[in-house]
RNA sequence: GCGCCCGUAGCUCAGCUGGAUAGAGCAGCGGACUUCUAAUCCGCAGGCCACAGGUUCGAAUCCUGUCGGGCGUACCA
């Protein structure tokens, strides 16, 4: 933000209020807009050849030989009309009877392509409304006010957090953030196990380092956790009960005191990222009635004759779940024979829980190592809850994992073993917390990702994060010296003349410009955050070009230095708009 | 064996859901600072989009198969 103008953008001038107020025409507007004319069009020309439901798609052209929107529907239609595409957009162009809002030029090129050209004035008003209002003034209202649940991160709390699960995290904080500002109200909310073996095999670990910290002997469990933070948690221990020995004879009290410490470790990593929940739901809530409840409704289910559940015949307590009635590949043991729930039966009763609370969009990000159990979790809802419900409202999120290289070899990575790289270690590697978030957004969930840890450091030197934030920092210090010229940016009520920007450098900004909000909302609408630091990187690499060929603040010409800082106010709030929904710090000064 | 994901420049990755000449960063080579921040810009070089078929006006993108890598295939989570 810059206070400095903010005062101005809120004064009114009524008298003032200008008749092309009125005619600024968003991006997403004019798109709908085209596309409308566009099908209607076609419509009347061919009217019962054309499929029912029909429509034009204009999208961005990637070569500016070919304008700057471009539609493909002759291409499509080729086909059903029997006819060359080249002579189709033709007809199209010619049938065209209405006046197209912010284009300047249409022609068709290539196989049958129909390019349009927006106009100066146009471009000229989408720049304002970005510098003056902010790229989220832009972006549809998708939510509508509607509330959305996005879980992440869910690790249990066994430790501290790893580079998994630092992909893992500033995944889901940026999808939660794209959706909020599309307009969804957003909660995240971590998940954890604190029932169960893994809990008991952390106590017992626990147990056994506090008995070594006392000079005994003890052996870490089959299956225990060996990290390093275990055996500070039991000299803790030590130093703080002294002699009070009821604390050996009790499991309970070393799982109570061992899950304590993992979740604080974990909040303050997360608090690292700057990321906070609004809710941690433990597994424990859900028992007993919760998971009780869901055994009785999938018990209710009959599928061809058999329940969907079912006991073995020697066991009584041993529940199956007959997942392969559900079209997936096997049967799932959903109550153990001791009596205690494996994890996909708490798994389905948070989701019904979660259903329960009137979220209008759900989604679960996951690793790679959950897809199985998710799919049962899924399959299990769809038949509960309905399919279309499930289907309509739940999206799960698939990231694939990181591979740590060091020395040239794959690293294998295991929180059990104690042999991890800690979401801590990472940060202090890249050498910032922008740089390690940057270079995981960089890439898409479902890309495996290779990370040399020995290259860390030389990497993030020269991290692309610097060159967006560079930037920012640029146009900040461009608006500081234009203050002290006295150059200021135009009122926004006033129309900006379209002549004072009507160079080529200036038109190539305003086209990406233009993109930007068409290209967040299509973001958001994917959930893919990555796709925002490419929108970053074309916005910077746009602007230092601009700022390579064009002199902005000029005191010998005020207009035109007023004008460009138009330009150079909309790159910069965007810019910054499009980090902070990355959680990435946009900085004034570098 | 089976299921899911991936294979694109030397390296790390994009490629807007089938379109026009496949892009960026880093690494390499060569240029540009008396001018609002050179953490920048401009240029050169670098590709059989793993491989083989198929679908059609048109394929990195869709379908099949092969090869290679990751994850899963627990009465762990």
Redesign the pocket.
Known sequence: MCPEFSSMTRRNHPKMEPASHNQQISPASLRTELERILSATINDIWDDKIPDGFQAVV?????L??GDL?C?SA??L??ILHDSPRKIASMIVDGIEAKLPGISGVSV???G?I?FTLSLPYLVSVSGMLAYRGLKSLLPDVGNGRKALVEYVSS?PTGPLTVGHCRQAVLGESISSLLEATGWEVSREYYF?DT???MTLLGMSLAARYEAAGGGEAEIPEGGYHGDYITEWAQELRDEQGSDLSWVNSSAKFITFAKERAIGIIKSDLSLLNIEFDRYFAESELIPDAVHSTIEKLSSIMIDGESLVYHDNDEAE?LWLRFTSLGR??D??IV??NG?Y??RLPDIAYHIDKFSRGYDFMIDVFG??????SKDVTAALDILLGSPAVSDKLRVI?H??V?LVRDGRKIKMSTRAGKFVTLRELIRDAGSVDVTKYLFL???A?????FDLDLARKESN?N?V??VQ?AH??I???MR?AKEAGISLPEEHIALSSDLLDGEHERELMRLLELVPS?TA?AAE?C?P??LT?IL?DLA?GF??F??H????DSENPDVSSARLTLCEACRRSISDLLEILGIDAPE??
């Open positions: 999208s961005g052209s990637d070569n030989e070919f471009s493909q291409l499509k080729a086909r090129d290539g196989p392509f390019n249990n196990n169960g073996r893994q041993k590949p096997s799932r043991v153990r024979d205690m494996t994890y790679a190592d959950h897809l199985d159990t698939i694939q994992f591979t960089t890439r898409r479902e890309a495996h990702m290779d020269e692309p610097y060159y560079y920092a640029r900040s210090g461009i010296t290209r299509a994917a893919e990555h796709r490419e990187a690499t230092h070009r700022y390579q064009e002199r902005i603040v000064r570098m």
